[in-house]
Each structure stands twice: as structure tokens, then as C-alpha cells.
T-cell receptor, first 115, second 110 residues
Framework: SAVISQKPSRDICQRGTSLTIQCQVD?????MFWYRQQPGQSLTLIATANQGSEATYESGFVIDKFPISRPNLTFSTLTVSNMSPEDSSIYLC????????????FGQGTRLTVV | EDQVTQSPEALRLQEGESSSLNCSYT??????LFWYRQDPGKGPEFLFTLYSAGEEKEKERLKATLTKKESFLHITAPKPEDSATYLC???????????FGTGTRLQVFP
């Protein structure tokens, strides 16, 4: 398993501003995943972050809106840029620990409200 | 298009009333089928992974099964603490990313 810490746990932001969410893992992992969970809905993958390379974004998500950093094997950040109320969601970081099964483990999430 | 569908959307059970949750999947090359539990305000908590048709896994009052087209999460004699949203997700070969269903919101009343 893996222990994942996300910061902040929640925030209320003004529209037009940006928020950076941090994800710290207690072990080294090759890939980290960022998901969005809109109110009352399931999880949608935003992007996959590999250490040492550009993140891979899913259809409907772009780097200018959701820039991602992956400076080392235990840490990643997701920035939500130029926010609008439609960005109000829970953002979740996920990892698949190396050398174990294929199970993904999740952080507690960041609940973002844009006003 | 790869897709995972869960039913019902919501389920209300009396304590002790057993039932099943369904997860249907249409994916190109299933590597694994996952079940997660999500409590309000928290991230998903891993429950089970199933890899091949016919496989079953159990944990306390929960049992997950897998066929070539769907998975079931059976809940035997549920308790109020089993109330949560149960998420099903599929992962494909050559990737670790998950395709999630929309979830089943389970409420168990005393």
C-alpha cells in the first residue's frame, strides 16, 4: 500500500485565480495520477504524471488549464489555473505502488470551491 | 469507447437485508477490475481487485465476483457502517489509469 498526503484538504478561491495542490507519497512511484470528481459524480482522470517527462493529459483537459509538475518520484503538484465556478470539484491524487499488485491508492482529496 | 456502468445508482437496505451491486464493463483488453469504497469527504478506499472471469474475493460482509462482462459486489447482512458509495473501475493492459463507473450510493438503515 501507499500513504498519500494531499494539501490543501479544502479551499475557497476567487474566480480568475489559481490554486496549486500538492501530493506527497511515502514511497517512490513511477506514475502519479490526478483525478477530478465533480459534485455527485464519479472520478475522471485529468492526467498521468511521470517523473522526468511531460504529463499526459486525457481528452478534455489541457496543460494550460491544469499544469502539472513531477520533480521527483515521491511528489507532484497540480495547478488549477484561471478558475471559474465550473472548476469546483474534488481533486484526487493517486498512485500504483511499485513492485506490488495493480491496485491504485488515493489521497484524501482537495475540495475546491470557486466563488 | 471504453466504458464502465454501475447499477443501481442508489440502494437503500434494512440492516441484515442482503443485496448485490452491479458493474458492467465494455473495455478493450481488461487487465483488472477494482472495487472501491468512498465515504463522504474522503478519497476512495481500495477493496478488491479481480483479474479473470470466475474469480471471487471476500472481505467481511463483502464478496466480489467477475464474469467476462460484469462484476458483482455482494453484501451479506449489511450493517449501517457499510453505508458509503461503492465505485467500480477497470484498468486496461499497458496502463495503470482507471476508468470509473458512476458509483452506487448505499444506505443501510438500522
Amino acid at each position: 500500500s501507499a500513504v498519500i498526503s494531499q494539501k490543501p484538504s479544502r479551499d475557497i478561491c476567487q474566480r480568475g485565480t489559481s490554486l496549486t495542490i500538492q501530493c506527497q507519497v511515502d514511497s517512490q512511484v513511477t506514475m502519479m495520477f490526478w483525478y477530478r470528481q465533480q459534485p455527485g459524480q464519479s472520478l475522471t482522470l485529468i492526467a498521468t504524471a511521470n517523473q522526468g517527462s511531460e504529463a499526459t493529459y486525457e481528452s478534455g483537459f489541457v496543460i494550460d488549464k491544469f499544469p502539472i509538475s513531477r520533480p521527483n518520484l515521491t511528489f507532484s503538484t497540480l495547478t488549477v489555473s484561471n478558475m471559474s465556478p465550473e472548476d469546483s470539484s474534488i481533486y484526487l491524487c493517486s498512485v500504483v505502488p511499485q513492485g506490488e499488485g495493480t491496485e491504485a491508492f488515493f489521497g484524501q482529496g482537495t475540495r475546491l470551491t470557486v466563488v | 469507447e471504453d466504458q464502465v456502468t454501475q447499477s443501481p445508482e442508489a440502494l437503500r437496505l434494512q440492516e441484515g437485508e442482503s443485496s448485490s451491486l452491479n458493474c458492467s464493463y465494455t473495455v478493450s483488453g481488461l487487465r483488472g477490475l477494482f472495487w472501491y469504497r468512498q465515504d463522504p469527504g474522503k478519497g476512495p478506499e481500495f477493496l478488491f481487485t479481480l483479474y479473470s472471469a470466475g474469480e471471487e474475493k471476500e472481505k467481511e460482509r463483502l464478496k466480489a465476483t467477475l464474469t467476462k462482462k460484469e462484476s458483482f459486489l455482494h453484501i451479506t447482512a449489511p450493517k449501517p457502517e457499510d453505508s458509503a458509495t461503492y465505485l467500480c473501475a477497470a484498468t486496461l493492459y499497458n496502463t495503470d489509469k482507471l476508468i470509473f463507473g458512476t458509483g452506487t450510493r448505499l444506505q443501510v438503515f438500522p
